[in-house]
């Protein structure tokens, strides 16, 4: 073999490890499947792709299937905190958030304040929600987000999931305004953000999938609470709070 031969095979080796270091760890980390088509095929893998998260609480209520339905129609994946009293007869609808790509957490039984709890309310709140929501969908890892934001001591110690606050909350619970929500949202858009909206209001739903399209139109990438920071080489540790994944 001649000098130039062994340089090419080289260089083609370089090219081979760099494509198994930096774009397969990438490929892998982003949503992948039938249920996701936008959002899994990442057309440009020279770029980091921007990331963000959309988060809904207080569901199940009537208005989280037409957000299903556009959320399937986008291929986009999001979090769901739900409320434990609220499941029964909602079942199918936590099947369905599975078996399309969407990851769910826990955000109590009856929306109240975890802080200060004792370890019987705090399991009466969490672990019988925790409880619901596996005897819908099997056993699985769920994150916790607790309601109000509210954290202490005790709930980081008990909460046995990882706690997951926000980056951007538009307070969509005031005035329902769904062309402010979604301006709000954009301004504040950045890499590694956490969006909370409340999928119980039909204006949010609205707003969220307003969003979905203008911040697609920029380059982001939707994905789970988990894929987000999967995706940045943060492994989310139960008791942890986190409330952004940004660079
Ligand atoms: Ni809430």
Redesign the pocket.
Known sequence: MGRGTIKKIGAALAALLFFLSAVLPGLWALPSGPALPADADVGDVEKTPKLIALTF??GPRRSTTPLLDGLAERGVPATF?L?GEQIPGHEDTLRRMVDEGHQLGI??YT?VKLTGLNDADFASEVGRTRTVIQNAVGPMELLL?P??GMVDAGVRRRAGAPIILWSIDPEDWGDRNTAREVEQILQQAEDGAIILL?DIYPESVEAALQVVDALHGEGYYFVTISQLFAARGVSLEKGQVYRHACP
Do not use: V
């Open positions: 609480d207080d905190f409320i955000h109590s929306h987000r309601p109000y409340h």
